[in-house]
């Protein structure tokens, strides 16, 4: 369910009839468009907005408008307001953001603003965005984001904040950078040239000069001023006496003139004005719905009434500024608007209770009007006003989707932080809210403490179905904490219990919880059900148009394929969620680029991977307190191997490990301890790896580190185990990994027969999936396999081009620096010169071998000499590290 856009919001207002012409303040706007910021600052009254929309009259570039207002101080409904006043003159940018911002879940701001700013770009022609009556945002994340957007947006962009009062922005380096332009109340100033213009021309007043200088002395040339002034001079016959009598402060002499033009009112446009000053903005039938009665409270208000009135003020001056260009929707000028609820507030201090409780009930009759015009969260906003709880309640709950999820948990939170925690007791489902709205913001430190008395409230409510249903939701809440720490069995007992006590209509909260389930399966390896939850939340989320569940679900059930050695169809469910996420994408999308770059380099595309790897990484680092760095970083440091580039996997494996301690990443850990196991076998370090293998178990590392030390009977008793292991858990990729490291062992072993059946065995798996690196990562031992293989006779054409794939991949390790990595010996190694490199390869001396073997020390050495002339080395590690390359230990 979408915000409700609120058109007017974003149209210019229309130019009046008669304006001043002020040259000089034009061509100082016009030299913003040579920079990145203008700003017109200014106390009210100054005709700020007046001289921007008459200025855009002339201006030729596209232009987009928003007009603020404090609802706007939330973050999601100013971006979407933002995207949409662009989209008046570029109608598809930022069409596939709106979605997203709308989610139970929205992305975080910079990845948003990320988005907006490369589609922004696109824009061809410079343009103009206004922020008008900027002065009412008071929340700090839209200040970073609006400093964000001035410190990247493209140079075709010009951005215009009017405002009372200087924006909390980096002003004084754009100043610096000579990147503002700034337009003050010493500008906007009307001079005795435009004062006299103004109150005789257009006002038609005839004053003469001497009383043209006296007004422009007391107003100092402020137009809400001089506009006041001129209300209050019509009728009167001594000008010159009214305009002596006119002095003082701004304050004071504004609230003389609000009262000249009030008491010049009828009782009924009095009463209107107060009573419609509670709305920002309003139409002829909001009017008459908040009045429902005309004064005295004897008659009905005609159905015409409020336009009518409308049009009148707008006839009459009074303060009144039309939003659009059939003058259907209006809004007081802010001050005058400011002044009139003053007065509304001191007619009911300075009165009885009654007064109080109508004007409760003018906030109610607005509330009605909005709900009834599927506005819920203005009608939220005049219900908290009027202090009706269960009426603020109700319509923060919405109709199967809660405000919460709908932009507006800014005003939601704001209001549950005011209320006392009687009235949060007396309705626990006001404690469920305010746990998932700073879930939602991410403040997780106050969500259990909110639910723990959500919990206590409810223990002596009635088990009726709603009280069921916030019981579900607790638990749905619960389990969502519990999935960004990995906990799986505190995720999977929160969610059954969420899902036994849910209402089949709360869809959204359902849905949530089933992803969540979902994840939790996949935690603990058991992929059939994991999919089936992943599929029901897909099915779910899409009827009710959950973004991020969707995203969430589709991105599982590619996992789970990926698993299952599907990785044709993994690869195009990845696209699909990359389609999902946007472009650019959001910063989930990175699990996404991961497991594609996983794909590709199955595949042996490794420049592909490489791009989808980056990627990833540069995504994952937008996201607060994920591991998907460290996962991201880890497969970098294995494209690094496959490269041959050792310096750079142990420098990427370093960063990798330090983040992961850093952040207590532990299920990091093992991944990592992986990677970095191939690298020490790599450098021939096998002592490390060994105590390495003694903190971080992996059946799979201990018997690559069994081979390397000659253990190959230990090697394949330990992946016989594990294979026994996978296979009851119908892990299909696991069990694949082991068969090709099975049939490797057997190959050293020296049972050749064996280990092309079991390669045999591996390549229907092989050939389904298109999976090439997993063999060709096991180096000459595996291309020494192949070559049986083919001698075997079966399936050869299928073993001839893998076949081929080795040997193209032992051309490019040609033409590396260290060709001898890949390329087998000319000359092959000895019966007893393999003898010694195994013991030399287990660390003992030249003196411990020639006991050892019952060989002369001279001996020894001359076989040394043999085998570092063959494998062409100059010392122990280079020699021992070279043959683990070549699959001679």
């Known amino acids: ?246 002095t003082g402060s701004h304050r004071f002499v504004l609230d003389y003139l609000i009262e000249e033009v009030l008491q010049h009112q009828s009782a009924s446009i009095q009463t209107f004005l107060l009573r419609t000053s509670i709305l920002d903005r309003f139409c002829g039938s909001l009017c008459d719905a908040v009045l429902h009665k005309i004064v005295g409270e004897q008659h009905r208000v005609p159905s015409s009434y409020g336009q009518e009135t409308l049009e009148y003020l707008e006839r009459a001056n009074l303060f009144i500024v039309p939003l659009d260009n059939e003058r259907r929707w209006y809004r007081y000028h802010h001050l005058f608007a400011d002044l009139l609820r003053q007065r509304l507030h001191q007619s009911i201090t300075s009165s009885s209770k009654c007064d109080e409780e109508l004007v409760a009930e003018l906030h109610i009759r607005a509330s009605e009007w909005y709900e009834d015009n599927g506005l819920e969260i203005e009608a939220f906003h005049h219900a908290t006003v009027a202090n009706d709880v269960d009426r603020a309640a109700r319509l923060m709950e919405g109709e199967g989707m809660p405000l919460l999820f709908r932009g507006a948990v800014a005003p939601v939170l704001k209001w549950l932080d005011s209320l006392p925690k009687d009235i949060l007791d007396a309705k626990p489902s006001l404690w469920v809210m305010y746990s998932s709205a700073l879930l939602l913001v991410g403040q997780m430190t106050g969500v259990e403490q909110k639910l723990h008395a959500a919990d206590k409230a409810l223990q002596y409510a009635e088990q009726d179905v709603k009280t069921l249903d916030l019981i579900g939701h607790i638990a749905s809440i619960r389990a969502t904490m519990a999935v960004s720490k990995h906990q799986s069995e505190t995720i999977m007992t929160e969610s059954r219990r969420a899902l036994e006590f849910l209402h089949p209509d709360n869809l959204p909260v359902r849905t949530a919880t089933t992803w969540a389930l979902g994840y939790a399966y996949q935690l603990q390896g058991n992929r059939k059900e994991a999919s089936n939850a992943y599929s029901e939340a897909l099915s779910i989320s899409q009827k009710i148009g959950h973004v991020m569940i969707t995203i969430m679900a589709t991105l599982g059930l590619g996992t789970i394929q990926e698993a299952e050695n599907q990785l044709y169809t993994a690869a195009e469910t990845y696209r699909t969620v990359l389609k999902l996420a946007g472009n650019p994408p959001l910063s989930v999308a990175c699990e996404a680029h991961l497991g594609l770059a996983r794909i590709l380099y199955e595949w042996n595309d490794l420049d592909a991977a490489k791009t989808h790897g980056y ?102 008793e330990v992946l016989e185990k594990w294979r026994q292991h996978v296979e009851a858990k119908g892990w299909a990729d696991e069990r694949l990994k082991v068969i090709v490291l099975q049939a490797v062992a057997m190959q050293v072993h020296g049972e050749k027969y064996k280990a092309v059946q079991i390669l045999l065995e591996a390549l229907t798996m092989i050939e389904a999936g298109g999976f090439i690196r997993i063999l060709v990562d096991e180096g000459i031992p595996m291309y020494r396999l192949f070559i049986e293989a083919v001698k ?3 399936r050869q054409d299928y073993l001839s081009k893998l076949l081929a794939d080795f040997e193209a991949e032992v051309r490019k390790s040609e033409s590396k620096s260290d060709q001898r990595l890949a390329i087998p010996l000319i000359e092959p190694l000895s019966e007893r010169e393999l003898e010694v490199l195994h013991l030399i390869a287990q660390g003992l001396s030249n003196r411990e071998i020639s006991e050892r073997l019952f060989l002369a020390l001279s001996t020894v050495k001359g076989h040394n000499r043999m085998i570092f002339d063959k494998l062409q080395v100059g010392r122990r590690t280079e020699a021992v590290a070279h043959a683990r390359k070549l699959g001679l230990l």
């Open 1 to 246: 369910m979408n915000i409700p856009i609120i058109s007017t919001k974003l149209f210019i207002p229309p130019a009046r009839s008669n304006v001043v012409l002020r040259p000089r303040l034009n061509e100082l706007l016009n030299e913003g468009l040579h920079r990145r910021l203008t700003v017109i600052s200014a106390s009210a009254g100054f005709g700020k907005t007046t001289l921007v929309s008459e200025w855009l009259r002339g201006c030729k570039q596209p232009v987009g408008w928003l007009s603020l207002d404090e609802g706007d101080n939330n973050l999601t409904s100013f971006l979407t307001y933002l995207i949409a006043a662009i989209q008046t003159f570029s109608h598809n940018t930022g069409e596939g953001l709106f979605g997203l911002l709308q989610s139970q879940q929205p992305p975080p701001t910079e990845m948003i603003l990320n988005a907006f700013i490369n589609e922004i770009t696109t824009i061809k022609d410079h343009f103009v965005l206004v922020l008008d009556d900027y002065h009412v945002i008071d929340a700090q994340p839209i200040n970073e984001a609006i400093a964000f957007l001035l410190e990247h947006m493209p140079p075709l962009m010009h951005l215009f904040i009017v405002t009372r009062e200087d924006p909390h922005l980096p002003m004084a380096r754009l100043r610096v950078q000579d990147e503002l332009i700034e337009v003050r109340s010493i500008d906007l100033r009307f001079t005795s040239s435009e004062v006299a213009e103004y109150l005789n021309k257009v006002k038609g007043l005839n004053l003469s000069s001497e009383d043209i200088i006296l007004l422009e002395s007391h107003t100092e040339g402020w137009i809400a001023g001089l506009q006041l002034a001129a209300l209050s001079l019509q009728g009167h016959e001594d000008n010159t006496s009214f305009i002596n009598s006119f």
């Open 615 to 716: 990627q990833s990484v540069q995504l994952a680092m937008q996201l607060e307190q994920s591991d998907r760095v460290v996962a991201g970083e880890v497969f970098l440091a294995r494209l690094d191997l496959a490269h041959g580039e050792m310096g750079g996997a142990v420098a990427t494996l370093a960063k990798a490990d330090q983040i992961a301690r850093q952040h207590h990443f532990e299920n990091q850990m093992a991944h990592i301890s992986d990677v970095q196991v191939l690298v020490l076998l790599q450098q021939g370090n096998l002592t490390a790896a060994t105590h390495l293998l003694q903190k971080y178990e992996s059946p799979m590392s201990q018997s690559r580190v069994h081979l390397a030390q000659g253990n190959t009977i230990e090697a394949l």
């Open 792 to 794: 075997h006779g079966s």
